[in-house]
T-cell receptor, first 115, second 112 residues
Framework: DSGVTQTPKHLITATGQRVTLRCSPR?????VYWYQQSLDQGLQFLIH???????AKGNILERFSAQQFPDLHSELNLSSLELGDSALYFC??????????????FGPGTRLTVT | DAKTTQPNSMESNEEEPVHLPCNHS???????IHWYRQLPSQGPEYVIH???SNVNNRMASLAIAEDRKSSTLILHRATLRDAAVYYC?????????????FGDGTTLTVKP
């Protein structure tokens, strides 16, 4: 158990809908990262938040957005869902502002299926 | 971001050592080398990281070439539970931004 929690575990929804994925980092960790893992694209970095502020964006679509709240939990919002958005979404956390010296702890993931 | 290159797959026998290579010829002086692994149906798990010197922890050892253009993750005695996809990634310690490019990794198969 990494100490990172993600809800829900599974989510099935229809095209065009909007969903919210939630992540609670390990106690004391200020950084939260979101990743998408699909069968054909591997593990893709989406976005990084540090103590409520956005620090970096990766391959995140405009239909996707995220935020980190004062209690440090984070939410990833996915809207106008398409079949291709079906994937595993992982959240990870690390101790502080990512300077490459700190390991990331990953949650168990949310499996999103868009039908 | 600097990229890494790993073999697609490797096989090992149980209780034998495993050496997983990673090439990172465009590594910069501020990049740390991190290794993660992902067991089936689980999130990635941190294994080890280093900058210039070889590193050891309870899970593995990391051997870094003198020019830092390659590294090797060493599992001293492979077990069936070590069967996973192993990712080698570079993370810049000067950057505040957590961009980590995970490549395709190496799928390790451990035979009993």
């Amino acid at each position: 158990d990494s100490g990172v929690t993600q809800t829900p575990k599974h989510l099935i929804t229809a095209t065009g809908q909007r969903v919210t994925l939630r992540c609670s980092p390990r106690s004391g960790d200020l950084s939260v990262y979101w990743y998408q893992q699909s069968l054909d694209q591997g593990l893709q970095f989406l976005i990084h938040y540090y103590n409520g502020e956005e620090r970096a964006k990766g391959n995140i679509l405009e239909r996707f957005s995220a935020q980190q709240f004062p209690d440090l939990h984070s939410e990833l919002n996915l809207s106008s869902l398409e079949l291709g958005d079906s994937a595993l979404y992982f959240c990870a956390s690390s101790v502080e502002g990512d300077r490459g010296t700190y390991e990331q702890y990953f949650g168990p993931g949310t499996r999103l299926t868009v039908t | 971001d600097a990229k890494t290159t790993q073999p697609n797959s490797m096989e090992s026998n149980e209780e034998e050592p495993v050496h997983l290579p990673c090439n990172h010829s465009t590594i910069s002086g501020t990049d740390y080398i991190h290794w993660y692994r992902q067991l089936p149906s689980q999130g990635p798990e941190y294994v080890i990281h280093g900058l210039t010197s070889n590193v050891n922890n309870r899970m593995a050892s990391l051997a870094i070439a003198e020019d830092r253009k390659s590294s090797t993750l060493i599992l001293h005695r492979a077990t069936l539970r070590d069967a996973a996809v192993y990712y080698c990634i570079l993370r810049d310690f000067l950057s505040n931004a957590g961009k980590s490019t995970f490549g395709d990794g190496t799928t390790l198969t451990v035979k009993p």
